[in-house]
């Protein structure tokens, strides 16, 4: 019964399988080790009329794409379906959530993408900007419990569970949302805080160095005081009142927007200093 | 567990609708509620994730039913679903309070692969039992009664040993659980295999209907009945709903619409069309001996 079922994802993932052609069907059947009663029905016309599930399964899995990265689809043309056949073919979709096949087909084509000169060196950068959309609109809640609203330099900060800090070689962020546009984005490094606003929008802010180098750490779990210290030693910058004025500004602009929580009173090892 | 799902079940009897974004706002922001005797959802759109439309769904149900119809248990695959999958699933189903759940009688995984589309089983007694296996595990892991339904097929993968209706009454027997029958599907099978749907209908028993679906379908150029969801019911599919429900009385019938979706009231001036047919089944049933 296995041999069927690997048939069948076979036959709407994998590479097209002309129905007409004796020898391919023989060999894809006995690639599958199919039954030969099996085998039989699907050579007598079986196998013509099972093609259309192909057609369904992929033009599902291809909107579902097409809805979470409109303009890496329309810049891409042909290239994308080369690539998306790829995926289909050499990986597949893992996951139960239509949502996160355009994650999946993504992952698939890092190294990929990079590597062929057919592919502007934007568009990875373009394709997670876009993507990470839908992805902010869909991350769980995070519970308020253990927090308070006062940041303290010996403890954690806690974000919502909606943010994304975003490194790019390109300002893909600057584009227009048109889909026919084909305008290069600026080549410069470029540093997102992506957030889900309380009205569920998905935000970006483009940051400084500092406040990328601090978010990273805080995101990562460091306490405030420490993440400022190493941050401002990762840009070899002395910290002086006003690096640290900005990056107050930065985290009390952030907990405005509804991104920033407070300071986490509970970590996994038990309580933070600031809930004793 | 059945018991408790024929109680919910003439609670929810009558016609509701399958929730779709594409209206949520507009219900939400009516001053009365409509006029639906339950919102059908579909648990993955809205499980392990936050966001605007669990908190929709949240509202919602201060004012409506919902059950649970779900889209990847993938009923007839070799492996079982993760069980973080069934976890998730189980978590959903209890937070909108559904009385039963119900996946599609159908391969939906290869292994580790999700192929979103339901795709036809090989029908035969092993995948029958296979999938009657399947289901009272699931049942007993999600905590609520489970339902399958028939869905529309457009070609037998292999060799089949057991009719349509045959495969179905199995996996009704050996499962113990109960059966969504989509009465849509039913007909489009009986134009694309070429059968009597009503008769179809007859050789099923009836008694295990849990629930039924009725919804649009599309016909090729080449003449293969596509179950697409996207366009309005037709007059024969209405009155094999009547004769239906002449047979298995009062049952919460679901109206699908998942694609070309129209304005709200339009969607309801058909639910009222549905209304109608499902009433004078109801009507003929009271007539019956």
Same mark, same amino acid.
């Given at each position: 019964?296995?041999?069927?079922?690997?048939?069948?994802?076979?036959?709407?993932?994998?590479?097209?399988?002309?129905?007409?052609?004796?020898?391919?069907?023989?060999?894809?059947?006995?690639?599958?080790?199919?039954?030969?009663?099996?085998?039989?029905?699907?050579?007598?016309?079986?196998?013509?009329?099972?093609?259309?599930?192909?057609?369904?399964?992929?033009?599902?899995?291809?909107?579902?794409?097409?809805?979470?990265?409109?303009?890496?689809?329309?810049?891409?043309?042909?290239?994308?379906?080369?690539?998306?056949?790829?995926?289909?073919?050499?990986?597949?979709?893992?996951?139960?959530?239509?949502?996160?096949?355009?994650?999946?087909?993504?992952?698939?084509?890092?190294?990929?993408?990079?590597?062929?000169?057919?592919?502007?060196?934007?568009?990875?950068?373009?394709?997670?900007?876009?993507?990470?959309?839908?992805?902010?609109?869909?991350?769980?809640?995070?519970?308020?419990?253990?927090?308070?609203?006062?940041?303290?330099?010996?403890?954690?900060?806690?974000?919502?569970?909606?943010?994304?800090?975003?490194?790019?070689?390109?300002?893909?962020?600057?584009?227009?949302?048109?889909?026919?546009?084909?305008?290069?984005?600026?080549?410069?490094?470029?540093?997102?805080?992506?957030?889900?606003?309380?009205?569920?929008?998905?935000?970006?802010?483009?940051?400084?160095?500092?406040?990328?180098?601090?978010?990273?750490?805080?995101?990562?779990?460091?306490?405030?005081?420490?993440?400022?210290?190493?941050?401002?030693?990762?840009?070899?910058?002395?910290?002086?009142?006003?690096?640290?004025?900005?990056?107050?500004?930065?985290?009390?602009?952030?907990?405005?927007?509804?991104?920033?929580?407070?300071?986490?009173?509970?970590?996994?090892?038990?309580?933070?200093?600031?809930?004793? | 567990?059945?018991?408790?799902?024929?109680?919910?079940?003439?609670?929810?009897?009558?016609?509701?609708?399958?929730?779709?974004?594409?209206?949520?706002?507009?219900?939400?922001?009516?001053?009365?509620?409509?006029?639906?005797?339950?919102?059908?959802?579909?648990?993955?759109?809205?499980?392990?994730?936050?966001?605007?439309?669990?908190?929709?769904?949240?509202?919602?149900?201060?004012?409506?039913?919902?059950?649970?119809?779900?889209?990847?248990?993938?009923?007839?695959?070799?492996?079982?679903?993760?069980?973080?999958?069934?976890?998730?699933?189980?978590? +959903?189903?209890?937070?909108?309070?559904?009385?039963?759940?119900?996946?599609? &009688?159908?391969?939906?995984?290869?292994? %580790? !692969? =999700? /192929?979103?589309?339901?795709?036809?089983?090989?029908?035969?007694?092993?995948?029958?039992?296979?999938?009657?296996?399947?289901?009272?595990?699931?049942?007993?892991?999600?905590?609520?009664?489970?339902?399958? +339904?028939?869905?529309?097929?457009?070609?037998?993968?292999?060799?089949?040993? &057991?009719?349509?209706?045959?495969?179905? %009454? !199995? =996996? /009704?027997?050996?499962?113990?659980?109960?059966?969504?029958?989509?009465?849509?599907?039913?007909?489009?099978?009986?134009?694309?295999?070429?059968?009597?749907?009503?008769?179809?209908?007859?050789?099923?028993?009836?008694?295990?209907?849990?629930?039924?679906?009725?919804?649009?379908?599309?016909?090729?150029?080449?003449?293969?009945?596509?179950?697409?969801?996207?366009?309005?019911?037709?007059?024969?599919?209405?009155?094999?709903?009547?004769?239906?429900?002449?047979?298995?009385?009062?049952?919460?019938?679901?109206?699908?619409?998942?694609?070309?979706?129209?304005?709200?009231?339009?969607?309801?001036?058909?639910?009222?069309?549905?209304?109608?047919?499902?009433?004078?089944?109801?009507?003929?049933?009271?007539?019956?001996?």
């Amino acid at each position: 019964m296995r041999s069927l079922e690997d048939a069948i994802a076979d036959l709407t993932l994998g590479p097209l399988l002309d129905a007409d052609d004796k020898l391919a069907v023989d060999t894809w059947l006995s690639r599958h080790g199919v039954e030969k009663h099996d085998a039989e029905q699907l050579r007598n016309g079986g196998l013509k009329r099972l093609m259309v599930y192909r057609r369904l399964v992929r033009a599902n899995l291809r909107s579902a794409v097409q809805v979470a990265i409109p303009r890496v689809v329309a810049r891409m043309g042909a290239l994308f379906d080369e690539y998306f056949d790829r995926f289909l073919a050499e990986r597949g979709p893992r996951t139960h959530y239509l949502r996160d096949v355009t994650t999946e087909f993504l992952d698939f084509c890092t190294g990929h993408w990079e590597t062929d000169p057919r592919v502007p060196a934007y568009m990875m950068s373009l394709a997670r900007h876009e993507s990470v959309v839908i992805e902010l609109n869909a991350m769980p809640v995070r519970s308020t419990e253990f927090v308070t609203p006062e940041l303290t330099l010996d403890n954690p900060v806690r974000f919502i569970e909606a943010t994304r800090l975003m490194k790019h070689d390109f300002a893909v962020h600057e584009l227009s949302e048109s889909d026919s546009d084909r305008t290069a984005p600026a080549e410069r490094p470029v540093a997102l805080f992506g957030y889900r606003s309380p009205e569920h929008t998905t935000r970006f802010l483009e940051l400084t160095p500092m406040a990328a180098e601090l978010l990273r750490r805080l995101l990562a779990g460091s306490p405030l005081g420490n993440a400022l210290n190493d941050a401002a030693k990762a840009l070899d910058i002395p910290l002086t009142q006003p690096v640290i004025d900005g990056s107050a500004r930065v985290l009390a602009d952030l907990a405005e927007r509804g991104a920033l929580l407070g300071t986490e009173l509970r970590t996994e090892q038990g309580t933070t200093n600031a809930a004793r | 567990m059945l018991v408790d799902a024929v109680a919910e079940q003439n609670q929810l009897a009558g016609v509701g609708l399958g929730l779709r974004w594409e209206f949520l706002d507009d219900v939400l922001d009516r001053d009365q509620p409509i006029d639906v005797a339950f919102f059908e959802v579909s648990p993955e759109n809205y499980m392990r994730r936050g966001g605007y439309y669990p908190e929709a769904l949240e509202r919602l149900g201060e004012s409506y039913r919902f059950v649970t119809h779900g889209l990847t248990l993938s009923l007839g695959a070799v492996d079982p679903p993760a069980a973080d999958y069934l976890d998730e699933l189980q978590r +959903e189903v209890r937070r909108l309070n559904s009385p039963w759940h119900s996946d599609h &009688l159908c391969l939906s995984t290869a292994g %580790s !692969l =999700v /192929l979103h589309e339901l795709l036809p089983l090989k029908l035969c007694e092993a995948t029958a039992q296979r999938c009657a296996d399947r289901l009272r595990a699931i049942q007993d892991r999600l905590g609520v009664p489970m339902a399958f +339904e028939n869905i529309s097929w457009y070609a037998h993968p292999g060799a089949q040993e &057991l009719s349509e209706a045959d495969f179905i %009454s !199995l =996996v /009704l027997e050996r499962s113990g659980c109960g059966l969504l029958l989509d009465v849509n599907n039913v007909y489009v099978n009986s134009l694309n295999h070429g059968f009597d749907a009503a008769h179809f209908i007859a050789q099923l028993p009836l008694d295990r209907v849990m629930q039924l679906h009725i919804a649009g379908h599309f016909t090729r150029d080449d003449g293969l009945v596509i179950d697409t969801h996207g366009a309005r019911v037709i007059d024969p599919v209405l009155k094999l709903l009547t004769s239906t429900v002449e047979s298995t009385g009062p049952v919460p019938v679901l109206l699908e619409r998942d694609n070309n979706i129209p304005p709200l009231p339009d969607l309801l001036a058909e639910l009222n069309v549905v209304r109608r047919a499902y009433d004078a089944g109801l009507a003929a049933s009271r007539g019956r001996p």
